[in-house]
């Protein structure tokens, strides 16, 4: 039987998560991988009412675990700044990190990457993307082999949870409210609304499959908080529904990175994926299309990964590439081309139309098609656009030009992301 002495940093909701897990499948893993797993000393700042440690020894000063005879930090204090020097600190100290923790990877993670790489020591980082759905060491290990094109997904759960609800109807405000209720979003909830949590994730994995930096440089981030549900009606009746879309492709060896609403094909995969899960498309040589689909939040789905990060560390003790310096440049996003969704609220007036599609014609963008729909209930009416792929720099001149029409009130527009 093999045996890992880990000290825990951090006694919140996902600490105890992976106490509580360590315990109930303790069996489970001592079978399946011939480990024992054993918890010498834990970092809390202060109890948990929640969960008893029993007899392990409690450090105040988180910064203490280091200093015990265990192989493994797992640090889950979260945050970045304090979490990055406990890192630094652990790694120096020639121990193996394991974190479950999205920010300081995304921020810092090249720096910390290479401070593992020199201490011949592992950090491991499964349950910062999609908690223990597995896929930082499907694309590190059982992906080696292949040539990545493209990675694209619902990284973030709550965001797939309220535009799920929103399809049936629901309003936005309402179901983020019942989102918070079932402790899906992010104690600060913009950043799951906001497509930040998306964006750290995907940049993780853009760096696993492409060597883009962490912190990648500046990439386009947009939530979820302008879409309206009568956009799920309109866009059904074209065949298409609405997803939180993560992106990282690789185009002419640079890097497509970007995170935001997509219109993606109603009968895809990914709009097949409705609620909190989170699902990925990994497009690959060998392999083809893979699927992966399965919980991003919670204790046992975050134990889970940093339980599998414990278990590869047990197998192989000895320091695995850490990073892959292979860095590509990120394509500059207002190159890019898209297919766009158009929601304009105009005047019911002769003439409207014609104005509207000519914006469309002098910015040289072709449109694919083009309908009214019901009048709303203040004499506005829906022109609903679908157009051919432009280039993105002109979007903006685009919507700005259509405002600037007397006869449109309002304006929403969404890229469609080819599959
Ligand atoms: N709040 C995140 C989500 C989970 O909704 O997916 C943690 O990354």
Known sequence: MNKLRIGICGWGNVATGLFKTLQTNAGEIKKRSNLEIEIIAIGARRDNPKCDPGNIIIERDIFKIIDYDIDVVVELIGGVDVARDLIIKSLNAKKHVVTANKAVIFNHGDELLSIANKNGVNLLYESSVCAGTPIIKLLKQELAASKISKISGMLNG????????????????????????????EPDPTFDIEGTDAAHKIGILSSLAFGSSLPPKDFYIKGINEIHKDDFKYAHEMGYTIKHLAIAKLTNNSIDLRAHPSLVK???YLASLKGVRNGIEVETDLLGTLHIAGSGAGQEATASGVISDLIYLS???IQKVNNNNESSGLINFIDLDFQYYFYIEASDLSGVMASISSIFANKDVSIESISQKENLNNDLVPIIIITDPFKEKDHQELV???LDLDSVNKIRSIRIEPQ
């Open 158 to 185: 709550t965001s797939n949870y309220i535009l799920s609800n929103m399809e049936e109807g629901m309003e936005f405000e309402s179901t983020l409210k019942l989102a918070q209720e079932k402790g899906y979003a």
């Open 266 to 268: 109603l009968d895809s």
């Open 315 to 317: 197998d192989s003790k």
């Open 400 to 402: 700005d030009k259509l």
